[in-house]
């Protein structure tokens, strides 16, 4: 069965600085997909990220970026110029073959003025 | 109204009474989940459907029954609650090519007392 760690169960970072979150998955398939998603207190689930495991290239959107090490089965996500409005719970999800996406623990973050 | 709906948003059920809870999605995505969301624990899958009639379990799938007689439908159904049901309960739907975005309802608060 395949797994999805987050290390981190909170992280802090001043506004305008960067920060990475940490993410391990476990898993013996070699296609899948992976994703970052931003839970805020509204609790609405929302995708900030996502990446193919068969691109070598790390994804990126605007300020988010992934770096995506598929030996060591590693995906974490680096927030940079973090606004206040990154503050949020962020979860890493695991999706393979059955199509099923499993979700990590989650990683509170908060940003400080 | 488009987009994948859950009802009721909250619930406060008795130990022991059956309850089901509602998903709804109008944009026919073949894939469907059902998600608890407690603290310290993350989003756990329940169960998650890849079509009409196909239904298969998560994580944590004991003391729940899904079905799913129609490709916009998913109900989730705690044939006797207990009060470690207690949860945010969270539906969500994908198109078919597992890159996708998954799509989430608002949760539903569930109290079981």
């Known amino acids: 069965a395949q797994t999805v760690t987050q290390s981190q169960p909170e992280m802090s970072v001043q506004e305008a600085e960067t920060v990475t979150l940490s993410c391990t998955y476990d898993?013996?398939?070699?296609?899948?997909?992976l994703f970052w998603y931003k839970q805020p207190p509204s609790r609405q689930m929302i995708l900030v990220i996502r990446?193919?495991?068969?691109?070598?290239q790390n994804a990126t959107e605007n300020r988010f970026s992934v770096n995506f090490q598929k030996a060591a089965k590693s995906f974490s996500l680096k927030i940079s110029d973090s606004q206040l409005g990154d503050a949020a719970m962020y979860f890493c999800?695991?999706?393979?073959?059955?199509?099923?996406?499993?979700f990590g623990k989650g990683t509170k973050l908060s940003v400080k003025p | 109204d488009a987009g994948i709906t859950q009802s009721p948003r909250y619930k406060i059920t008795e130990t022991g009474r059956q309850v089901t809870l509602m998903c709804h999605q109008t944009w026919s995505h073949s894939y469907m989940f059902w998600y608890r969301q407690d603290l310290g624990h993350g989003l756990r899958l329940i169960y998650y459907s890849a079509a009409a009639d196909i239904t298969d379990k998560g994580e944590v799938p004991d003391g729940y029954v899904v079905s799913r007689s129609k490709t916009e439908n998913f109900p989730l159904t705690l044939e006797s609650a207990t009060r470690s049901q207690t949860s945010v309960y969270f539906c969500a739907s994908s198109e078919r090519p597992r890159g996708t975005e998954a799509f989430f309802g608002q949760g539903t608060r569930l109290t079981v007392v």
């Open positions: 999800a695991y999706r393979g073959s059955q199509g099923n996406l499993i």
């Open positions: 898993t013996s398939e070699s296609d899948y997909y």
């Open positions: 990446q193919e495991a068969y691109k070598q």
